[in-house]
């Protein structure tokens, strides 16, 4: 199924006018018609785990109250997918968490994509104090954008690049989450805070919203 999906994309992203291929190394494709219900489904599976999971990032005493996680509206504007471009020599540096310790890391390349009439970049790192892993799983791309710290975590979203070794990947926005810290007990996790080089000049309104957000929406 995956190497399916993987041709798929190729032969959309070969589909595109050359001039889109070479400014960009990320460009919009289609989903799948089952896209949909596969993003209800990952959001459903993952407030099954905040409410039921002895891990769960929510704080206990406030497990009972959690009626969910709030998203923006899904919308496939917000599906891309492409290549990394992978730098010769990734740069070794430290990000800092949110409880202020240092996570050993590398600047991995970067993808590039066009939206609102410009080309925006995001740098995407390995985090070296992980297992290495294949594909996109060894990947870790943050980011802040316009909601951010009103819409969005203050100290930034992450979102995955979904994809085999060397690509092609997917980066949707729709899927894009808060890192753990983000629920009230940030001295459990060491979350990296998104670096500034990675804020992007525009309003991302896709993916989770904030936990206020999820908090008052349950009061309604």
Known sequence: MRRVATAVIV?????????????????????????EQEVAQMRHERDAVFATDPDS??????????????????????????????????ERIS??????????????????FAREGRVLTLQVYRLLDLPD?????????PFKDQTTGQQT???G??????GPDGGPFVLDFNLAYNPSCAYG?????????????????IAVTAGERGPDHA???SKR
């Open 95 to 112: 990000m800092v968490t949110t409880s202020g310790a240092a996570r050993p890391c590398e600047r991995w390349g970067r993808v590039t």
């Open 157 to 162: 979203r992450y979102v995955d690049l979904v």
């Open 153 to 155: 975590y203050a100290a």
């Open 185 to 201: 007990e940030p001295e459990r996790f060491q979350c990296p805070v998104t670096p500034a080089e990675n804020r992007l000049p």
């Open 133 to 141: 892993r294949a594909g996109g799983e060894g990947l870790f791309l």
């Open 11 to 35: 032969a959309n992203l070969a589909a595109l006018p050359a001039c889109d291929r070479s400014a960009v190394t990320m460009s919009p494709v289609p989903p799948p018609r089952s896209w």
């Open 57 to 90: 990032p929510i704080p206990r005493k406030d497990r009972a109250a959690f009626r969910g996680l709030a998203h923006f509206p899904t919308d496939p504007a917000w599906r891309y997918a492409g290549w990394v471009e992978r730098y010769e020599s990734p």
């Open 215 to 217: 908090a008052n929406e």
